[in-house]
């Protein structure tokens, strides 16, 4: 009898295991107001508003006032950036950035594309909407969305956009060309922050789902790494049927099977589905995995618990706001790169373009509120969001650069992502793709919605 039990059981949760494993749940589209106060009984006001960056003498000369007076701390002998920024190298950053830097030029620049605001849950969102200057006969534009993380913006995508919206023009052929829209998470950037607690990324999802809607797009493509990994990964889970393709260079992929894998994965790693390359990219596991995460996730925990606290010394200081987040775009593109007495910053980047990155947050004074994004999501329920075990059934494919902060291998991200059509090894690049890398970036991305498009 207990015998029929036990197997009855057994059955039962089999069957029930195969028949949930892939249920297509979707997330609640809900609703939301972040603007100060109550919300207005009135419509909100859905114009979209042409914007133009801008800058004054007096911006310019408070910066250089601020920067002449940086007191720095010598580094160790031979420290390198072992132990963050160093301090010979950022002197040589901050005389460039006060004599050498043009930000009326770099102002200048970011006007190249045409950018927009517009009023979703009474936060002004900022965002750039570029269209292809030219369409091959009888093809229509696909529409791309492309979200950005920290501690990155928009500014990231500059150097990939002509290679989407005129794909032909550099070498990259002319089946896909993309129509290519690129907005600012709420507070960062020129997008306002939020003025009431948790605004996170289902949040953000929301917001730029209505977006794309309000740009009369019913369907179109998203992408993302590092918070625009997630945001468009929940835009595929509130509304998948909007959703054509969704391709990633960064995946929150969080199951305990996965970690358990780790310590066998190297013997065993055909019988947990790990390729050669996967071996190489995870192993030795104390280093590649649990050493780097460590060097490279204190400032998460600071930013998960409490961002406001190191928000104000960085919103007073440019030059500490250079070197917390410049030596992210140091150690992030490459971790050998903390062996060098430069960071190998200008190996994959220039000055002008890192710059603009600070400048960015420096004239619209947003690092506090970026940092917030953090505490929002994984300062409360971390884990334990619907979002995070929900797998997301839209076609998918992914794009995984070798220095990228932690490997997932494809077995991980199909678990997460079922309908997962495109997976390819990058042969270079890290954590800021679409900055460093952006012909491979774009290759991937037209490949990938090329085997979308078949039947």
Known sequence: MWLEILLASV??????????????????????????????TAPE?????????????????????????????????????????????LQKVLAYWRDGFDWRKQVAELNRYPHFKTRIEGLDIHFIHVKPPRLPAGRSAKPLLMVHGW????????????????????????????EVICPSIPGYGFSEAASKKGLNSVATARIFYKLMLRLGFREFYAQGGDWGSLIC??????????????????????????ALTLLLG?????????????????????????????RESGYMHIQCTKPDTVGCALNDSPVGLAAYILEKF???????????????????????????????????????????????????????????????HVPTGFAAFPSELLHVPEKWVKSKYPKLVSYNYMPRGGHFAAFEEPELLARDLGQFVGRVGRP
């Open 266 to 294: 190297r013997r065993f790693r055909r019988l947990f589905g790990y390729t050669e390359r996967d071996v190489e990219l995870m192993y030795p596991l104390r280093e590649k995995m649990f050493h780097s995460l460590l």
């Open 11 to 40: 059955l039962g949760l089999a069957i029930y295991w195969f028949a949930s494993r892939d249920k297509e749940e979707t997330l609640p589209l809900g609703d939301g107001w972040w603007g100060p106060g109550a919300r207005p």
């Open 151 to 178: 501690p990155g913006c928009f500014y990231e995508f500059y150097n990939i956009i002509p290679l989407l919206t005129d794909p032909e023009s550099h070498g990259l052929g002319g089946e896909h060309v993309f």
């Open 45 to 89: 006001d859905e114009s979209i508003r042409p914007f133009k960056v801008e800058t004054s003498d007096e911006e310019i000369n408070d910066l250089h006032r601020r920067i002449e007076k940086a007191r720095l701390t010598p580094p160790l002998e031979d420290s390198r950036f072992h132990y963050g920024f160093n301090t010979h190298y």
């Open 233 to 258: 990964t929940n835009i595929a889970q509130l509304a998948p049927s909007h959703v054509k393709g969704l391709h990633l260079n960064m995946a929150f992929v969080v199951r305990g099977l996965h």
């Open 330 to 392: 140091s150690t992030w593109t490459s971790s050998d790169f903390r062996d060098l007495e430069d960071g190998g910053l200008e190996r994959k980047f220039s000055l002008d373009s890192l710059l603009t990155v600070i400048m960015i947050y420096w004239t619209t004074g947003t690092i506090t509120s970026s940092q917030r994004f953090y505490k929002e999501n994984m300062g409360h329920n971390f884990l334990s969001e619907p979002h995070e075990r929900m797998k997301v």
